[in-house]
């Protein structure tokens, strides 16, 4: 058996249609406040879509529970993997994050799968990458590499 390379999840993502109208749903059940982001060319840099730089946009919010951090996303272009899931899926979890040891040893693998990143960015110190895992893991796993370590 191999090493695990996922060492625990760290977020969930799901993508919907109106941020503001599932929060507020969200919030009926007692989880809340969230955090709200808004990822475009402005406040984030090295943004691409399956390797192509490109000027994407979307809104996001963040709320923990326990250790696991739920993400909700509204694309506001059709420059994003989550336009996409939203048009051949409808809304739903869309992604799952995982705390890992070694980002270019996941990516190697992932790669020499036929796989690649399917999306990323960075904001802050965080580079977010969405890996093609459905046909192995059946979703999406994302990985963050950190510019501080």
Known sequence: MNKPMFKKVLQIGIVVK??????????????????????NKETASNLSLRGTNNDQSFKAATYSVGDVQFELIQPLDAKTIYTEFLKERGEGLHH????????????????????????????????????STENDLKMIAEIYEYDNQ
């Open 18 to 39: 109106d941020l503001e109208a599932t929060v507020k749903n969200y919030e009926e059940f007692g989880l809340g406040p969230w955090e709200y982001f808004d990822i």
């Open 96 to 131: 799952i994050a995982f705390d890992i040891d070694n980002y270019d040893e996941v990516v190697s693998l992932v790669k020499s799968r036929d796989g690649m990143i399917l999306q990323r960015g960075t904001l802050g110190d965080i580079t977010w990458s969405y890996l």
